[in-house]
């Protein structure tokens, strides 16, 4: 799973979804609403970044996932994506994830990056429980005192869920590391471990980005990564 | 402010709101929304329980403050509270927030339990964006690796928030703690630290309470705790 | 118990001493040997140091304490000091536990910076278990994600300690912090939760200190730190 | 570099030396000198257990890697081992890294549970400085809130550091997961990174060992680890 952090206009989505669909991604990820710290933050496009994802499906056949930050929008989002995101900051937002539980989409649910295995598998029990058991965990890392990453990505995490959950489990190294020099070989760790994929940033412009071009991997750097991790999945 | 974890039922709301008042609590806390980790726990008595919180109120005329945790249920918080509690978990629900945002009540703010000084107070930006500007902050420990609570309480959190803001400070040992032998040391250094006040649990019965019980204070400790505070406070 | 971060010259450490001394400490600090991260940074007066304390003691009346960093200074330190500090950085030193527990010097220990409370007590049980039973427990703040201040000072560790040992527990607030504009706050904190005192760091001119000058008092804030915490502890 | 946690005995010693060596082990691993959280538990063989290790050297031809706890063990340690120890408490125990600095052996330097890698580099700074620049650096797990493993396993250590620094980095997986099932998930994941170098925890009889017997890989398992990451450092 690949794609920008927020989808800015058409032209940006539709590069970068020509660029990681040539390379072998089958999912494109790209934030319509962004959930920010502050409130003055640039916030998404909205709809028309939905708009959006659906021309980059029509156009590559990439599937989108998007993601879903309250209960209006997850209307919207359920209409327009194939999977629906319940972000970090959301992952003990019970409502969401009950709503998210009533949909017919498949749900990639975020660890909160101060939660325990065990929460997160309890939020998955409130999507679960109310009839939607196609759910994706993601482990994008947690807050410690390292200060050599944003977050420290918590590779234990896929051996702890697997032990107890049949789910499958994603990892996202681009938010744990804040660096995109350290994405591919934080990708290569969480396959070699047994994650069941990968969800990356991927801009062709990073420098320029609206959000997270220090965490973006440029074209060619993707093209490694997945040569790499193909190479390793086998 | 003090009161019962969740409302059980009007005799035990009752039962603790007349020693917390007795005893000089000007606010009774209790939830009748109670999001919890587990879909399977207690999920508080909804609406009912915010009949009984009214109930109280009548009949000892302490503020009334509760959690809502959702679009739906803050329509019928607003109705019945004084004050607005968004909990730990809430804490980056932006949606919430800006609604918290529009209504007339003051608003209880949580820090979520891994969110830095700078997130909480940009949370607060998104309810006081909206026009409303009545935001209490609450300090009520963080994650981190010390087992001897549950979580740990940062009591700097006061003076760092005071250094750039003017909202009032509030802590809350209780759930900081985790347990009932450490809430009274740790109010009076609240307040000597400059809270602005103190969120504590108190339970007639704590052995019977149906969550947090091990950190409930028993009416004895809470009068103890409220004189040792009150000279500290002078 | 008050003083520099490390001794620089007999000037300073008199100025200082004369300071802290006039407005009621007890104890005067100051590193003669100092664990520096770096092998680069200024490591301290060694023997010189601890001449210039003794000559605080003589002219003061203040009681001398100072750290010892391995088996061969001890030697020197437990000459020259009237209490021997034990670094948090070597908590789990043992063998330097060992030795002070064949001192005939009361011990300060501190916490490690990512140490248990359980922790803590076994190494004062290493010193203890030669025969010292003087020991001083110190809280010096933990390392966790929040970047508000250097560390996070625990004071939940005071009833911790207080609930299974009899051990004096003291606290410094300038290591923690990382800023002097916490340090009074935070002393009155660790007061009013049951600290049988406090170590803080002091400087006649901070600006201009060899090491930790962001989080040393000025004069004029000793004199209002000691004035508030006596009337807390009565 | 694999082998017990504590050498217990020359049976036990060899006849996991063999399991490792017909496995393809280089370094065989093993304590005589164990610095232990309390006074009161098993401190290892001491000079007995160098003995038992040089002769699993004579028998096997395994390079012997074992811990020096302080100034006295070093002496004896660079005796009888290829490579010296320095564990994670004492990682800044600076006048025990000064001391490995003039020794002619290489240093495994194990990152403490707590330390930054700047302060990691800082550490082997200290031996360098002395003239011994023959480190290995070591990441074994960092204290968080994360409650599935016993430490988190922090994999980005080591893009970090190689980003910096040219010295080779190993991963201890056995340490941070504390539990045997995780331990070649997470192996291969450190080889995936870019780990030049592996150190676990084997024992032939894992449930009778004296420390550690949790994380302690059986037989089959590490023949197993060693097949794995065979295949993928090619």
């Not at 708009?51 to 499906?57: G, M, P, T």
């Not at 209409?79 to 019970?94: K, L, S």
Request: hydrophobic letters at 40%.
């Amino acid at each position: 799973m690949a794609g920008p952090c927020a989808i800015e206009s058409e032209e940006q989505a539709l590069t970068i979804a020509r660029i990681v669909k040539r390379h072998g991604a089958q999912v494109f990820r790209g934030g319509a609403f962004k959930p920010r710290t502050s409130p003055y933050s640039f916030q998404g496009l909205g709809e028309d970044g939905l708009r959006i994802l659906k021309k980059v499906r029509e156009e590559t056949g990439l599937l989108i996932v998007t993601e879903a930050t309250d209960h209006t929008n997850i209307e919207l989002v359920e209409e327009y994506a194939d999977i629906i995101q319940v972000g970090a900051r959301n992952m003990q937002n019970y409502s969401l994830l009950r709503r998210a539980g009533r949909s017919a989409k498949p749900i990639l649910l975020k660890r909160g990056f101060a939660a325990t295995i065990e929460e997160l598998l309890m939020s998955a029990e409130y999507i679960m429980a109310e009839g939607n058991t196609r759910v994706i965990l993601c482990e994008r890392g947690i807050r410690t005192f390292a200060d050599n990453t944003r977050n420290t990505l918590d590779l234990s995490a896929i051996p702890s869920i697997k032990e107890v959950s049949h789910l499958p489990v994603v990892v996202d190294p681009s938010h744990a590391a804040g660096r995109r020099e350290y994405v591919i070989p934080l990708s290569r760790g969480a396959i070699a471990v047994g994650a069941d994929g990968i969800l990356v940033e991927v801009h062709h412009d990073p420098l320029h980005a609206l959000s997270d071009g220090r965490q973006s991997l440029y074209a060619e750097q993707f093209a490694t990564l997945m040569k790499e991790i193909k190479f390793l999945a086998r």
